[in-house]
């Protein structure tokens, strides 16, 4: 059960750092992620299908995600669309898009294909003990994810990204045009978002039109709990940090919910209302937190 825990809490990280980007960095509220996540399953999957390599499979999902991200951006940019419409209309989209990449149908199976998982699996099968094979590669790829996030955002236009998300008309005075801005980190939101989709396509054994329903409300769930357990910080490091431990206590709560919740009668069904109600909470004790004035003796 702990395995499973965080090897869920690490496939589902790397979409968090994609929404991490998206809503924290850029502040720009994007939900296309409920579309870009089954894009990149659905990518990876038929690349599979076709006999495609798993990690030039893996790119293309990224590709896909990107190109996604991209759209709702120009859409945004360029129509003067407000942000959350823009995503609600590519998200949409993405549906149709999805189900013709699978072919027409809405769910296909990869059980009998060569996928990264099986290859890593069968590569490292007595070098490290079977239960903890997977999590030990998604912690690898997980922490390589993160540590070129850090890279990117210590770069001129990672920390471009992050000004404008803060002072967009400082960057505007600076003579940097934040459509490129949005379009790029959109972007590579996005294309996480996907990348997090192809591995849990393979983790799961299936592309499903349907993955990506409410996922950016876990993605959300998870960065707020990051942000609410540990210290407050404005070091990307740190922050990063935040967005993948906050999904592996996510879905931690989400893996007790589902093997425990029969004990209090609950259905896979309630597993959103447990999802809306942590966010509210979360939001209360946030506020609670910033309303909170230190004790002072008087003199």
């Known amino acids: 059960m702990i395995e499973g825990i965080f090897v869920e809490g690490l496939i589902y990280g790397i979409m968090v750092l994609g929404v991490f980007i998206s809503f924290r ?68 989209m993405l549906y149709s898009v999805n189900i013709r990449i699978l072919g027409n149908r809405a769910n296909v199976p990869i059980l009998d294909q060569p996928t990264i998982l099986k290859q890593v699996t069968e590569k490292f099968t007595g070098i490290i003990p079977d239960d903890y094979i997977l999590l030990v590669f998604f912690l690898v790829v997980a922490l390589v994810v993160k540590v070129l996030l850090d890279l990117f955002f210590r770069t001129d236009l990672g920390m471009t990204l992050g000004a404008m998300g803060n002072n967009e008309q400082m960057v505007i005075s600076q003579g940097v045009n934040p459509k490129t801005l949005k379009t790029i980190g959109v972007g590579l939101s996005n294309g996480l978002v996907a990348v997090s989709g192809a591995f849990a396509a393979q983790y799961l054994g299936f592309a499903d039109v349907g993955l990506g329903q409410g996922i950016i409300v876990s993605g959300l769930a998870s960065v707020m709990i990051g942000e609410f357990l540990v210290l407050k910080s404005n070091r990307i490091g740190v922050l990063t940090f935040c967005a993948l431990a906050g999904s592996i206590c996510f879905y931690a709560v989400m893996y007790v919910g589902r093997f425990y919740g029969y004990v209090i009668h609950m259905t896979p069904s309630d597993l959103n209302l447990i999802k809306g109600v942590l966010i509210i909470v979360l939001l209360v004790l946030t506020q609670a937190k910033k309303l909170k004035v230190p004790f002072k003796v008087a003199k």
Do not use: E, K, Y
């Not at 089954?38 to 499979?57: D, E, F, R, S, Y």
């Open 25 to 92: 960095v850029l502040d720009f509220p994007d939900l296309t992620v409920d579309g870009s996540f089954p894009l990149g399953a659905a990518l990876m999957v038929q690349c599979l299908v076709m006999g495609m390599n798993g990690w030039l499979a893996l790119l293309v999902a990224f590709a896909g995600g990107v190109l996604a991200g991209v759209v709702t951006a120009l859409i945004h940019n360029h129509l003067r669309v407000p942000n959350l419409l823009a995503g609600i209309l590519t998200m949409t």
